[in-house]
């Protein structure tokens, strides 16, 4: 079975799964939404600051609720569910593959809805070249998804696994979150946004390299 | 003599804590031998060992032919059929769903994973999802992946425990399919009765020991 037919397969067990128990729609999504919600409330009748917050809260909460999506399928995630794949011959570099394409595709879902939301609540400043933005949340998403899903594989047997990887995503996802803030206040002022752009592609390159690198070595590390 | 598993003195230890001492063990060709022991002897950490999913802290062994350990352990892994107490199913999935995830990760078909649940007689619960079956039906669909994708070396924990009697012919037809291509089993169970009927020959595992002719 070829590598790209393996991703195809963890991909949509992956989103299968997720269709199934509905964890980013009916739990996170909502709770994000809630947060949104609650910023405006405390900050009170201040439109102008309320505009001009609208972008930067939309990528804080982008990262931290997101790491919950990129992080859900860990905490479901059963030994011997893994123990069966890895005895079937999948290619760790495809699975991983695949688990990070599963989770950028709800991670980029779920950055639609709150960024949606956030127009609606935050009316934030109208944004010059608007679609960039859409490439800058793709490359934010992928870089979560594959932080997290990284993050997943390192921390393997640790009996402390799902309080820790957050932590260990969190910081590493810094320059994901300059990346994307940066570009979008480029975007605000009008100025060029190449050298955010290039911050978040290196990114996800470097993340890409390093995951399929280390597909292999940490899953025999894990048995 | 062609042996499928052939540990010598192995060990295994977690955080310091040692688990299965000087374990020697071989299984041939068409053999299904039956490891027996109290809770906590070790069982599942030997079975893990041979499905090459857990490394061995001393000693050697090979599995399949390639040396434990060994950068070649995963060219034998799809050669491994391994069903744990706990089977490995997808709990939102429905039970027919995670059989076509192995169909689809192994090449095969949606009428061979069809075909492989009604094996087991659970054609009529295809559509339920794995977390609302009992445990004795996400077993018998731990049994349908194993018919779903025959191993050489079939790995059966507990291979009682949450089946009625009505599957008991299952696991023998399972055990008779590997062994007649050539292939073998262990079956490890806490309940030494359990294992008498299927397996050539018993050996017991104590305190992380093995006992018998192994």
């Known amino acids: ?217 940490l899953q025999e590390a894990a048995t | 003599m062609n042996h499928l598993v052939e540990l010598h003195d192995v060990d295994v230890a977690v955080d310091l804590v040692p688990i299965i001492s000087a374990v020697s063990l071989h299984v041939d060709q068409g053999e299904c031998v039956g490891i027996q022991g109290p809770n906590g002897a070790g069982k599942t950490t030997l079975l893990r060992v041979i499905a090459t999913l857990l490394a061995p802290t001393g000693g050697s062994g090979s599995v399949l032919g390639v040396e434990l350990g060994s950068k070649e352990v995963p060219s034998v892994r799809p050669q491994i059929g391994l069903a744990g107490h706990l089977p490995a199913l997808a709990g939102p999935l429905t039970l027919i769903e995670n059989l076509l995830v192995v169909a689809r990760l192994t090449g095969r078909t949606k009428d061979d994973a069809a075909a492989a649940l009604a094996r087991v007689g659970l054609a009529g619960a295809a559509g339920r999802a794995a977390d609302r079956c009992s445990h004795g039906m996400r077993r018998r669909t731990d049994l349908a992946r194993l018919f779903l994708v025959p191993p050489r070396l079939l790995l059966l924990d507990e291979p009682q425990a949450g089946l009625d009697s009505s599957a008991q012919p299952m696991v023998e037809e399972l055990i008779r399919q590997v062994r007649s291509g050539g292939g073998g089993a262990v079956l490890v169970s806490h309940d030494a009765s359990g294992l008498s009927g299927l397996a050539d020959r018993m050996l017991t595992l104590r305190s992380g020991a093995l006992e018998g002719a192994t």
């Open chain 1, 1 to 217: 079975m070829t590598f790209w037919r393996q991703v195809r397969a963890i991909t949509s067990y992956e989103l299968l799964i997720e269709r199934r128990s509905g964890e980013t729609w009916s739990i996170i999504t909502p709770f994000a939404a809630a947060a949104l919600m609650t910023i405006p409330l405390a900050i009170g009748i201040n439109l102008p600051l309320i505009s001009s917050i609208g972008w930067p809260i939309f990528w804080s909460i982008a990262l931290l609720f997101g790491m919950q999506v990129a992080w859900r399928h860990v905490s479901g995630e059963r030994n011997a569910m893994r123990d069966a794949i890895t005895l079937l011959g999948v290619d760790p570099a495809a699975r991983f593959t695949g688990r990070v394409v599963a989770s950028g595709v709800l991670l980029s879902g779920f950055m639609l809805v709150i960024g949606v939301l956030t127009v609606f609540l935050y009316t934030p400043d109208e944004l010059n070249r608007w679609p960039w933005l859409i490439v800058v949340g793709l490359l934010f998403a992928a870089g979560l998804a594959q932080l997290a899903t990284l993050a997943s594989d390192l921390t393997i047997g640790l009996g402390a696994r799902s309080s820790l990887a957050p932590l260990l995503v969190a910081p590493l996802a810094l320059p994901l979150l300059i990346g994307a803030a940066q570009a979008t206040d480029s975007l605000l002022r009008s100025a060029g946004i190449l050298p955010w752009l290039l911050t978040l592609v290196l990114a996800n390159l470097l993340l890409a390299i390093v995951g399929v690198l280390t597909a292999r070595p």
